[in-house]
């Protein structure tokens, strides 16, 4: 359905389900989010104390991108050898 300018949006159950999809997109991008900034922190070599989040889903996704930051640091991918590993922040 393409909704022109000038015409209003869905509305009744369909408008309901595309506002409900919109905020499980955005928790999930806020979990991916924490994910990549402990991923960050993990390959810059900062300590898990750093942990910003006190919410137990992000704290875990900060937490385990933390730990694949400080592998991937272990194993040499830092810097331009590490580009590859990066997602759009």
């Keep these: 359905m393409t909704i022109q300018q000038g015409q209003p949006g869905p509305t009744g159950p369909a ?3 595309t506002e ?3 905020m499980k997109r955005q928790k ?3 979990n991916s989010r924490a994910f990549d900034r402990g991923y960050q922190a993990g390959v810059g070599g900062r300590s898990l ?3 910003p989040h006190t919410e137990e889903a992000a704290r875990q996704n900060w937490v385990c991108g933390w ?3 400080r592998a991937d ?3 040499g991918l830092t ?3 590490g580009v ?3 997602r759009a922040v």
């Design 15 to 17: 408008a309901h389900e």
């Design 20 to 22: 409900k999809d919109s």
């Design 28 to 30: 999930r991008d806020m």
């Design 49 to 51: 104390e750093a942990c």
């Design 67 to 69: 730990r694949e930051g």
């Design 73 to 75: 640091q272990w194993d």
């Design 79 to 81: 810097g331009v050898s």
């Design 84 to 86: 590859h590993k990066l």
